[in-house]
């Protein structure tokens, strides 16, 4: 019988090794007389339910061999929701370390989370901006069933969070909350003054003095010509400084403080409120970091999380450029102004930033948010490169030719003219690619484009034979995965939980 090992398992038996069906042995759980058990059968992931119950009846799928076969369907999500509340994302609050761990192929799920078993870090599994989502033809929900079904598979039960990130309008926030979404980063780069933030002083007092008095009076009398100790440093407010800030940032405080009250305040629940103010052209100085924080705090803002943007480069899929030292003195004062108001440090485009995750960890003393996302995707792509080069060979040139249409969306530096022609590399040597500076992040950019691209009848060029290739090597791909976010993880110094280090 077809399923006879899948019976074995779910009576207590070992799992299986091999076969025409796939055992994920830590997915059997329970409830009631119910037991569950997810599995691969004919290339596609099911849950097979045995027993009876309220769970067995609640899932919807039709029974062969004496099992329940239940497709991995929205559906089917929800009742696991309902019966399995590890299942459903969690507000974390601002006590401990997190990671986002955006997953734009819904497969990178199993990876990170052994990334992160037992270590003192919580995952934000379900991570995709509206930009991500509309690039790549998945929604808020799509992120939140591969999510679900990734820890029911992997049986962790130590929560994850769901991030709508880098939102910046209201219908797009009340989506995410109506799903179940635990987690909002405001992206107010929209509210942002930048010619303010890289006008001549003459400018910044002419538009100044245009802002209403009541404006002018509320900041001047909180910070004009005091001083503020945060921690171990001092920030003071001139003249010159408190204007050009109060430019650039009055407009964002208020559209922060609008949306706490209105989405956050009211929720009804836990929310991870994170604010971003990470995407401006010029880096965020303490003082401009502190006023803001400063004007929350006055509001009553119960802030998880903040964003600046810091000195240097946080380049897609690759590490630091700029001076690190530089850096490190600028993120300690950062990280003492969000310790004196009690949130944590957000790192944002954080995958790969090697070389300096060390100086985060020690500043932010292990209490921090760092996100990443494209950097799965690379993984994916690595292994690709390994097991189907043929493959890979159409990806790396289908992203070459669409690499001006990609980088319209993304800030990067790479020049691909730099990058090794691939007539001159062999097989073998195709997972060095993403080992080049250049090629990973025309790589990396490339992502929606490689997953939509389409023929003039409308058949996807690489799509199909990228998932198949990738579903079967999962267990490759989580291992990579575990491995290079577990590399992030070390270097910032997050221990494995109970003490030690990660490993």
């Not at 910070?223 to 171990?232: A, C, H, N, Q, S």
């Not at 060390?358 to 209490?367: D, L």
Request: net charge negative; glycine share 10%.
């Amino acid at each position: 019988m077809r399923y006879q090992p899948v019976h074995a398992f779910l009576a207590g038996g070992r799992a299986p090794e091999g076969g025409e069906v796939r055992v994920y042995p830590r997915s059997l759980h329970t409830h009631g007389d119910t037991r569950v058990l997810m599995i691969r059968d004919g290339g596609e992931k099911k849950l097979a339910a045995a027993g009876s119950g309220p769970l067995y009846d609640d899932l919807a799928g039709e029974v062969k061999d004496g099992l329940k076969l239940c497709g991995l369907t929205r559906e089917n999500r929800l009742v696991l929701n309902q019966y399995f509340p590890f299942t459903a994302p969690r507000a974390f609050g601002k006590r401990t370390a997190t990671i986002g761990l955006g997953d734009r192929l819904g497969r990178a799920g199993p990876g990170q989370i052994r990334a992160v078993r037992g270590r003192d870090v919580k995952p934000v599994l379900a991570q995709q901006s509206v930009r991500e989502l509309t690039l790549t033809g998945r929604t808020f929900a799509d992120i939140l069933d591969a999510a679900a079904f990734a820890v029911f598979q992997e049986g962790y039960t130590e929560g994850y969070g769901a991030d709508g990130d880098h939102l910046k309008k209201e219908e797009d926030i009340r989506a995410a909350f109506s799903l179940g979404f635990t987690m909002l980063t405001l992206d107010c780069s929209d509210m942002i003054d930048n010619e303010a933030a890289v006008a001549d002083e003459a400018e910044v007092r002419r538009r100044y003095e245009a802002l209403s008095e009541s404006v002018r009076r509320r900041y001047e009398s909180a910070y004009l010509d005091r001083t503020f100790r945060v921690g171990e440093y001092e920030l003071r407010f001139g003249e010159s400084r408190l204007m050009r800030d109060v430019l650039v940032y009055h407009r964002a405080i208020e559209f922060m403080v609008y949306i706490y009250e209105h989405y956050i305040r009211n929720a009804g629940r836990k929310i991870d409120f994170e604010i971003s103010i990470d995407e401006t052209m010029t880096p965020t100085t303490p003082e401009s970091h502190f006023l803001v924080a400063s004007e929350l705090a006055a509001a009553g803002a119960d802030l998880f999380s903040m964003a600046p943007r810091f000195i240097g480069e946080f380049q897609k899929g690759i590490d630091y450029i700029g001076d690190r030292d530089e850096f490190e003195r600028q993120l300690a004062v950062h990280a003492a102004i969000a310790d004196h108001f009690g949130y944590k440090l957000s790192i944002h485009s954080g995958s790969d930033k090697f070389s300096v995750f060390p100086a985060i960890g020690r500043h932010t003393r292990g209490r921090f948010h760092v996100k990443t996302a494209g950097t799965n995707w690379l993984e994916a792509v690595r292994i690709i490169a390994r097991v189907n080069p043929a493959l890979y060979r159409k990806m790396h040139r289908y992203a070459l030719e669409r690499f001006e249409d990609a980088k319209a969306y993304y800030h990067i530096s790479a020049d691909p003219a730099k990058i090794a022609p691939l007539d001159a590399v062999p097989d073998d040597r195709l997972p060095g690619y993403l080992e080049d500076d250049n090629a990973r992040q025309v790589l990396h950019i490339a992502y929606w484009l490689i997953l939509q691209g389409k023929d003039d009848k409308g058949a996807y060029l690489l799509r199909d034979d990228f998932f198949r290739t990738l579903d079967a090597h999962e267990e490759e791909y989580a291992r990579a995965l575990e491995a290079h976010i577990g590399r992030h993880l070390d270097l910032l110094g997050v221990p494995k939980a109970g003490g030690g280090t990660g490993g």
